[in-house]
């Protein structure tokens, strides 16, 4: 699950960087919308995308491998959070990198470390102690912490 999250977290950081290049982001501001208005309305479409990509692997999960969550309740809301930090995280890359080739960049030198130390490459019990402790800091443990809890 993490993996796509990544995944959308590079399109929609892409996306955000793009429309200010090509000028969408003037014609947005010149609207009768609101600046909060138009950086709520990317922030929910990031959201609604990350929500579903997780639904539909858990949907694979659970149809094609038989896995059986231990309470939905616990999981919606694990992916509701899950979902909501990657957010911010698609926001902060976005508001750091001004073109396409910036997010496409410092895009995967922020996130890969954070999924190194968050237990995305390495299992969280096979990691030295250290590392294990820095990853605290890294919001790829708790998604997957969350997460794996759910289910």
Known sequence: M????????MAFGTTFASERVRGTLV???????SKGQVLAGKSLAALLAICVVE???MLLGVTVFGIRPSSW???LAAITCTAAAFVGII??????AHTE????????AVMMPLFLLGGAMIPLMFMPP???TIGYLSP???AIVALEGAI
């Not at 014609?27 to 919308?33: A, E, G």
């Not at 926001?91 to 750091?96: D, F, Q, T």
């Open 101 to 108: 080739q910036g997010i496409g960049g410092m895009g995967p």
């Open 73 to 75: 309740t616990l999981l």
């Open 2 to 9: 993490l993996w796509a999250i990544f995944g959308c977290v």
């Open 27 to 33: 014609r947005l501001h010149v609207s009768p919308l």
């Open 55 to 57: 639904c539909l692997l």
């Open 91 to 96: 926001l902060l890359l976005a508001s750091m």
């Open 130 to 132: 250290w590392m294990a």
């Open 140 to 142: 790829v443990r708790w």
